[in-house]
């Protein structure tokens, strides 16, 4: 796969011995993945990596979903969160 923020999380997931299978090359939207998987986007899951604060977290939701950034910030405490740039994750 291309170096894309799977490989960081490939990195963590391996360090904790969670077993896995990467199913298709690196997408950037829901609808790249229902074109390259032949589902409609309703039906999958995504990743989302962000930054809390100073934290790196990531949320798993609905292919057709939006994040509710606002709500989960209130809801965790949080004064920031946004997505996580590649170059953040990109480490040695």
Request: net charge positive; with cysteine.
């Amino acid at each position: 796969m291309a170096a894309s923020v799977f490989e960081p999380v490939e990195s963590l997931l391996n360090q904790h011995s969670i077993v896995f299978q990467a199913r298709h090359e690196p997408v950037f939207t829901s609808d790249e993945a229902s074109r390259v998987l032949g589902y409609v986007a309703a039906s999958g899951a995504k990743a989302l990596i962000c930054k809390a604060n100073d934290a790196f977290v990531m949320f798993v939701i609905l292919g057709d979903r939006n994040l509710a950034s606002k709500a989960i910030r209130s809801a965790q405490g949080w004064k920031r969160l946004r997505f996580a740039t590649l170059e953040e994750w990109d480490r040695p």
